[in-house]
């Protein structure tokens, strides 16, 4: 599987959203049999989970994101998004996309190892 490919990143106001996407880099893939996530590192900070999928549909969140922000997949499975709604400036991070070939069990996905993406940046201002 190649690198997933993030965009929709930007910068927006404190309260404002935004939506992101992941999509395969390779024309006519999908992620059918993946467990898909968003991660976040902000400056100076680890990587962080923020929300995961499985092929399946369950979802897991982060508290930090937890009744703000939304992960789904599309019907065919070629793009995961990440609405971000209510967006706080400690929400400021670059997001990655990572795919596994795996499953959710508690609040990440495993089984494999995930291909990441190249990250793209969410900047949020007071």
């Known amino acids: 599987q190649a690198p997933p490919v993030e965009s929709g990143g930007g910068s927006v106001q404190s309260g404002g959203s935004l939506r992101l996407s992941c999509t395969p880099s390779?024309?006519?893939?999908?992620?059918?049999?993946?467990?898909l996530g968003w991660f976040r590192q902000a400056p100076g900070k680890g990587r962080e989970g923020v929300a995961h999928i499985d092929s399946d549909g369950g979802t897991k969140y982060a508290d930090s994101v937890k009744g703000r922000f939304t992960i789904s997949q599309d019907d065919g499975k070629t793009t995961m998004y990440l609405q971000m709604n209510s967006l706080k400036p400690e929400d400021t991070a670059t997001y990655y996309c990572?795919?596994?070939?795996?499953?959710?069990?508690?609040?990440?996905?495993?089984?494999?190892?995930?291909?990441w993406g190249q990250g793209t940046q969410v900047t949020v201002s007071s």
């Open positions: 390779v024309s006519g893939y999908s992620f059918r049999a993946y467990c």
């Open positions: 990572a795919a596994m070939k795996g499953w959710l069990l508690g609040d990440f996905c495993t089984g494999g190892e995930n291909i």
